[in-house]
Nanobody, 124 residues
Framework: ADVAAGVWGGLVQAGGSLRLSCAASRLTFSNYHMGWFRQAPGKEREFAAAISRSGVRTYYADSVKGRFTISRDNAKNTVSLQMNSLKPEDTAVYYC?????????????????WGQGTQVTVSS
């Protein structure tokens, strides 16, 4: 299976917005819960957001709640992360991932497939 992040992150000023998208292929997309994680330099990979197979349930880390919105389009096999009111501490490499089981959306080891990551840099 391939999970690839598209929309390549980029550089944005604090307070700005950015939308990340991730396309999946060679898997039955609607059978997978999807998540976004991020990893800043020198830090462990951390959970940002996740969405259930149908899109009905969403989960967010406290640090992004109210600013980030995760969504999915099962017809297009894509999951997106709309990031608003960005802060310098949001700077990280962002990864999308696919989870077949979905029992612990915030746990990276529960995910089966990972995209290659995309850099997001928020300047102050």
């Amino acid at each position: 299976a391939d999970v690839a992040a598209g929309v390549w992150g980029g550089l944005v000023q604090a307070g700005g917005s950015l939308r990340l998208s991730c396309a999946a292929s060679r898997l039955t997309f609607s059978n997978y819960h999807m998540g976004w994680f991020r990893q800043a330099p020198g830090k462990e990979r951390e959970f940002a957001a996740a969405i259930s197979r149908s899109g009905v349930r969403t989960y967010y880390a406290d640090s992004v709640k109210g600013r980030f919105t995760i969504s999915r389009d099962n017809a297009k096999n894509t999951v997106s992360l709309q990031m608003n009111s960005l802060k310098p501490e949001d700077t990280a490499v962002y990864y999308c991932a696919a989870d077949r089981v979905g029992v612990s959306p915030s746990t990276p080891t529960m995910y089966d497939y990972w995209g290659q990551g995309t850099q997001v840099t928020v300047s102050s």
